[in-house]
């Protein structure tokens, strides 16, 4: 079955941790997104990256890093520089960007749910 | 600013009882108007597409419509299965391939 896996599906963190998120695909999909969920917010864009070794920053990508090594795979660092790091974090993927009709949609995995203890 | 927002924030329906949600958009050049459906716990699962006004798309018991500035989910004789938080998102000329995400609308339908 193709799509998007995510792992692990609920991870603790102690404070001053730096944690990873992984985030993989198969799906051929040359475009990755992070997101997150907080109750009572839409998504929120952290890193998103069209093509590998090509990243960029999305709305809130402060305390957060991300790598984009191989085309199937896009892990999510969450530093201790991010200060309220509790949330739900969404990976998602797309055919591409460049081109418009089907390449626009994103296909998101189940979600990891990052918890500070 | 691009900027989408959806209405109501909670919708509480008998089953059977049609209704629609709304998702209200401002953007400069619209690219695409996307519905998503999420379950609790869950990542969001994708449903239309819409591109331009006028365009409509359905699915079951779904029906998306596109105006110049709004998209309506439009749902015909909810069951309980169809309860979910439904989340609009908009790709504008302006942010690439970046999709701006309303804050969901939360549809429970009772039995």
């Known amino acids: 079955d193709g799509g998007i896996t995510q792992s692990p599906k609920y991870l603790f963190r102690k404070e001053g941790q730096n944690v990873t998120l992984s985030c993989e695909q198969n799906?051929?999909?040359?475009?990755m997104y992070w997101y997150r969920q907080d109750p009572g917010q839409g998504l929120r864009l952290i890193y998103y990256?069209?093509?590998?070794?090509?990243?960029q920053k999305g709305d809130i990508a402060e305390g957060y890093s991300v790598s984009r090594e191989k085309k199937e795979s896009f892990p999510l660092t969450v530093t201790s520089a991010q200060k309220n790091p509790t949330a739900f974090y969404l990976c998602?993927?797309?055919?591409?960007?460049?081109?418009?009709?089907?390449?626009?949609?994103?296909?998101f995995g189940p979600g990891t749910r990052l918890t500070v203890l | 600013e691009d900027q989408v927002t959806q209405s109501p924030e909670a919708l509480r329906l008998q089953e059977g009882e049609s209704s629609s949600l709304n998702c209200s958009y401002t953007?400069?050049?619209?690219?695409?108007l996307f519905w998503y459906r999420q379950d609790p716990g869950k990542g969001p699962e994708f449903l239309f597409t819409l591109y331009s006004a006028g365009e409509e798309k359905e699915k079951e018991r779904l029906k998306a419509t596109l105006t110049k500035k709004e998209s309506f989910l439009h749902i015909t004789a909810p069951k309980p299965e169809d309860s979910a938080t439904y989340l609009c998102?908009?790709?504008?000329?302006?942010?690439?391939?970046?999709?701006?995400f309303g804050q969901g609308t939360e549809l429970s339908v009772k039995p």
């Open positions: 998102a908009v790709r504008s000329y302006n942010q690439g391939g970046k999709l701006i």
């Open positions: 953007v400069s050049g619209l690219r695409g």
């Open positions: 990256s069209q093509i590998v070794n090509d990243f």
């Open positions: 998602a993927s797309s055919m591409g960007t460049r081109r418009g009709g089907s390449y626009n949609e994103q296909f």
């Open positions: 799906l051929n999909h040359d475009a």
